[in-house]
């Protein structure tokens, strides 16, 4: 969302307490309210992107919009009560109807996944458009390129971002399904507080081509993807375009990836590192393909970092066009 604000020449606001705090939500996001009303009101923008999840932030800059006549875009980086976040079937209720009215209510909701702009248009939004996340090659050049000395030199490196360890993703299977491949390491990045399950399974099964980066630095992150051989995201996620996946486009990996909808709207039907089922056999047949055909994936990565550039720029144009004319 911060390349949306920027292209429309925005000032960047972000107020966050407690972070991922759950048993403080009560107090949080209240607070967070406050002071984002009390931003609103100091400032006094015409237009205003605001992003969902949480969407109480969406409601508060909606509620600013009946004082003040001004635009309200939510960017959507997810539908929050159907996200699989929220088990709570009556805090699921409550959040599913403070969205419906904030996506009927808004001048525009966008998203990054063709089938979240789907479940906005059956919601009741009036206005709905998709913008690709995008990682330009320059994300590159910042990189910390030494960072591939840590690993072995005549191994190939698939790696795999887990940053919140969250029920959906599952690096556990991509760990099992490389196991005897000798000739591979799994690079596993994100918190170990988030990971332990999957580091204490991975000693317990005596899988020895693993390495658990930990939180990396930023520049040592984009070092690892520029430099590894393969980007992974393999997740149960049935809407989302995992981040990850542009990034490694950006940096011409190949990228073995689990096939929702909109990823395959995104690669296209056709490709060939897509598995077609979240199991330890799938995925290691997908690896294999990866493995033997490296080269050829590495060029049709660059092809689809460019169709995507195109596609984004496309929906960037009406975007400007929407605001214009509204």
């Known amino acids: 969302m911060h390349d949306l604000r920027s292209l429309l020449g925005a000032e960047i606001w972000n107020y966050s307490i407690f972070y991922k705090v759950k048993a403080l ?74 969205e419906e009215f904030c996506v009927k209510e808004a001048s525009l909701n966008t998203t990054y996944s063709d089938d979240w702009e789907h479940e906005l248009t059956e919601i009741g939004a009036k206005n709905a458009l998709t913008i690709y996340d995008f990682v330009d090659k320059t994300w590159v050049g910042e990189a910390d390129l030494s960072i591939r000395e840590k690993f072995p030199k005549d191994k190939k490196i698939i790696v795999m971002a887990c940053g919140t360890g969250h029920s959906l993703e599952h690096p556990d299977l991509l760990i099992e399904s490389s196991k005897d491949l000798s000739n591979l390491v799994t690079a596993i990045t994100g918190d170990s507080n988030y990971l332990r399950a999957q580091i ?77 089922h979240n199991d330890i056999e799938n995925i290691r047949k997908v690896i294999s393909i990866a493995l033997k055909r490296q080269e050829e994936f590495k060029r049709q990565a660059n092809r689809l970092y460019m169709q995507l550039k195109e596609k984004r720029e496309r929906q960037l144009e009406r975007l400007l066009k929407f605001l214009d004319a509204s």
């Open 200 to 276: 204490d399974k991975a000693r317990n099964l005596g899988i020895k081509n693993v390495i658990f980066t930990g939180f990396l630095r930023d520049r040592e992150y984009r070092g690892l993807i520029a430099t590894c051989d393969f980007v992974a995201n393999i997740s149960d996620e049935p809407y989302g375009i995992p981040h990850t996946i542009t990034e490694g486009l950006a940096a011409g990996r190949p990228v073995i990836t689990s096939g929702n909808p909109s990823i395959r709207k995104l690669l296209g039907q056709d490709y060939s590192l897509i598995v077609p």
């Open 25 to 98: 939500s009560i107090i949080k996001y209240p607070f967070q309210a406050i002071m984002t009303f009390r931003k609103l009101l100091k400032t006094q923008p015409d237009v205003v992107v605001v992003q969902n999840p949480p969407i109480f932030a969406p409601l508060t800059c909606l509620i600013y919009s009946k004082f003040y006549t001004a635009k309200i875009v939510i960017d959507h980086h997810l539908i929050w009560s159907m996200s699989g976040f929220i088990n709570n079937p009556i805090l699921k209720s409550a959040i599913r109807a403070v």
